[in-house]
């Protein structure tokens, strides 16, 4: 059972480039999230999905874009790559019946780390 | 809006010794609370939660956790640490009462030395 799988593990951009982080679930969870992790600040909530078509933001969402086209895809795409999103990305999946309350548990991938240079 | 702290940055314990890791939240709406607990190199894995019902939550590895409304407190406890136990530690709560994404403390960091 793979549950979330993220790629790359390990990229290095340059500033102002672009580049998309792939993630897909195989748990058929309806709700998708992409958190980034910093040194000492815990893990940031970017944007996150409740379905195929609909995403919402977290609450760093600037500089990022998502696209919900499928239950099992969530990919974040960086447009024009900066230093401040050196982090480690975690994508993460969970499955809730009802709309509003929390889900029973989120699973988590394990990580992608980006430098900006 | 919610928000969670932690109050404590790095927990020091020796084997064997017990240890409470700190957490306090805001919440003006219905109160779901979370721990959760990354290891080395890896993602995050739920350790408990607090949903509704008995005030004291029990969770994987021995831990447990007490919810406190009137300190708006959702403390984490284990009596007695192993090495294994040395990770770093998530309290979490919902973003907003309608949705499910959680957002997370700066966490703490413990360590377990013999």
């Known amino acids: 059972n793979a549950g979330v799988t993220q790629t790359p593990k390990f990229r290095i951009l340059k500033i102002g480039q672009s580049m998309t982080l792939q993630c897909t679930q195989d748990?058929?969870?309806?709700?998708m999230y992409w958190y980034r992790q910093d040194p000492g600040m815990g893990l940031k909530l970017i944007y996150y999905s409740v379905g195929a078509g609909i995403t919402d933001k977290g609450e760093v969402p600037n500089g990022y874009n998502v696209s919900r086209s499928t239950t099992e895809d969530f990919p974040l795409r960086l447009e024009l790559a900066a230093p401040s999103q050196t982090s480690v990305y975690f994508c993460?999946?969970?499955?809730?019946?009802?709309?509003?309350?929390?889900?029973?548990?989120?699973?988590f991938g394990e990580g992608s780390w980006l430098t900006v240079v | 809006a919610q928000s969670v702290t932690q109050l404590d940055s790095q927990v020091p314990v020796f084997e064997e010794a017990p240890v409470e890791l700190r957490c306090n939240y805001s919440s003006s709406v219905s109160v779901y609370l979370f721990w959760y607990v990354q290891y080395p190199n890896q993602g995050l894995q739920l350790l408990l939660k607090y949903l509704s019902g008995s005030t004291l939550v029990k969770g994987i590895n021995g831990f447990e956790a007490e919810f406190n409304k009137s300190q708006t407190s959702f403390h984490l406890r284990k009596p007695s640490v192993h090495i294994s136990d040395t990770a770093e530690y998530f309290c979490?709560?919902?973003?907003?009462?309608?949705?499910?994404?959680?957002?997370f403390g700066k966490g703490t960091t413990l360590s377990v030395s013999s």
């Open positions: 979490a709560v919902p973003l907003r009462q309608a949705g499910t994404a959680l957002i």
């Open positions: 748990m058929n969870h309806n709700y």
């Open positions: 993460a999946s969970s499955y809730t019946l009802y709309t509003g309350t929390p889900a029973d548990t989120i699973y």
